[in-house]
């Protein structure tokens, strides 16, 4: 069975930094794309940071050099480092596995941890 499952969201104060971290289980961690999404409501969900199988990593415009993400292989964990928050960033963040498949993709997803920033 397929698991993801968020932790490290909260109250941040603008300016601060917080970790979010996804546990993984069930699927093959070393051949999939990993993501960062996130969602506010009534927004549609938007792709926060990329780290691909092969370790190439990408991010959203609005990120501009404040988060980073990484890939443990080892412990089948993904993890997102967000500094220099800002109001705009509350937001609920949301780890997502996905893989290339034939006739469809796997696309998997957690449940969803919420960071509100804000003073």
């Known amino acids: 069975q397929v698991q993801l499952v968020e932790s490290g969201g909260g109250l941040v104060l603008p300016g601060g930094s917080v970790r979010l971290s996804c546990a993984t289980s069930?699927?093959?961690?070393?051949?999939?794309?990993l993501n960062w999404y996130r969602q506010v409501q009534g927004k549609e969900r938007e792709l926060v940071a990329h780290?691909?199988?092969?370790?190439?990593?990408f991010y959203g415009d609005f990120v501009q050099g404040r988060f980073t993400i990484s890939r443990d292989t080892a412990k089948k964990t993904v993890a997102l480092q967000m500094n220099i928050l800002k109001p705009e960033d509350t937001a609920v963040y949301y780890c997502?596995?996905?893989?290339?498949?034939?006739?469809?993709?796997?696309?998997?997803w957690g449940q969803g941890t919420p960071v509100t920033v804000s003073s």
């Open positions: 780290s691909s199988s092969d370790d190439d990593t």
């Open positions: 997502n596995a996905w893989r290339a498949g034939s006739p469809y993709s796997e696309d998997y």
């Open positions: 069930g699927f093959t961690f070393s051949s999939y794309d």
